[in-house]
């Protein structure tokens, strides 16, 4: 699952740490894991699985816009800085 974790660095890496974007990766770590879970238990190889999750929960605009994140991207000196 390091591999969600690696995705969600990136989607995140150029928001603003704020309280509101650390608890919405937070709350889409938990359902993209619970999601990985749910399709191993059903059989699905692991790199499928992580796939699948990646694919279904979409790319950082659609997320943030669902999520009322801000999407102006944060100053270029921090950029990198995940949220965690």
Do not use: C, W
Not at 60 to 65: F, K, T, Y
Request: hydrophobic residues 40%; charged residues 25%.
């Amino acid at each position: 699952m390091d591999a969600i974790k690696q995705y969600l660095d990136y989607m995140f890496r150029t928001l603003p740490p704020t309280p509101q974007a650390i608890q919405a990766r937070a709350d889409l770590l938990a359902m993209m894991e619970d999601k990985y879970t749910e399709l191993r238990n059903e059989g699905m190889p692991e790199h499928q699985a992580v796939a699948q999750v990646i694919s279904d929960f979409g790319n950082l605009e659609e997320v943030a816009q669902e999520l009322n994140l801000p999407t102006e991207p944060i100053s270029e000196g921090a950029a990198g800085t995940p949220i965690m």
